[in-house]
């Protein structure tokens, strides 16, 4: 943790929630602006391209019941839920969720203890944190849910939406674990690998005039709408606001490293892309406006 990398001028791509989770595997949210987890999104994605190149994929969700489960809150409902389905988005492509070999790459979190004890992480793997350990919250203050050790600990009752001391050192508390877990393990050790640790978008403070939403500042390529949307009547960019973006490479480098130019999830999923030499896709596909963190592994 000594020598990592950050941008300083990082934004979601729009809001709310469930269309950054879209446009960080597929470069971009079809036009969603919805959290409802009823949708489909029938488009090529990252998992997609690994499987064309014979590799492997998994999306790690804490608390999710089972291996494929695709219900869209557990226990209970939306008002009481601890998984919430709008933040797994390989849950959301029907070319996955059809099928049921790929359907079970989408499994428990406590799977990833498992994969890194046997070498068997795959290629790229995507974590979901559960709304206690994601510095969301629940909007309810009486979620009845004990929580496993492995999805957080045995004491978590209840995500209160307005308590953020709670929200916060149950998040920090996530990411260390996972961290540790990961970089601790042989697999991390000997390998060419990267961590990147984001947050979907910034604040909802219920501004009409912003759609609920604190800030929609935006890196490039995020959707621009015109006067009197309901979404954002003063017209304009509809972005997801500022949100930090960690990163941390296996080969360690040398000094600390600041990508200072605004950027976006999208730059994100080029990185990854571009690594592996897979086809850009959606609006990673645009060259003049869509970087990537090169500068991080330099």
Sequence with gaps: MKKCMLTTIMFGYTNPSLPNYIAITAGSQFWSFSDNPAQEFPHTNIADLLEERGMTWKNYAQSIPTVGFLGHYYPNNSDFAVYVKRHV?????PQITNNASRVKNIVPYSHILDDLK????PNFSFITPDVCHDMHGQYSLH??????????????????FNDYHFM??????FVQDAVTNITSSDQWKNSNSVIFITWDQSEVDFNKSTDGWQFVTAG?????????????????IYGGGPVPLIAMWSKKPKNHVVYSEKSNHLFTLKTILKAWSLPYLAYTT???QIKTFDSFFQ
Aim: hydrophobic residues 30%; glycine residues 10%.
């Design 286 to 288: 645009d060259e003049m």
């Design 168 to 173: 916060w050192t149950n998040g920090d508390k």
């Design 220 to 236: 490039p390529d995020s959707p621009n709408l015109p006067a009197g949307t309901v979404l954002l009547p003063a017209d304009g």
């Design 118 to 121: 046997n070498n068997a992480l």
């Design 89 to 93: 988005p390989f849950a959301l492509y």
């Design 143 to 160: 979620v009845e849910y004990d929580a496993s050790p492995q999805e957080g600990g045995p004491n978590d009752k209840y995500c209160p």
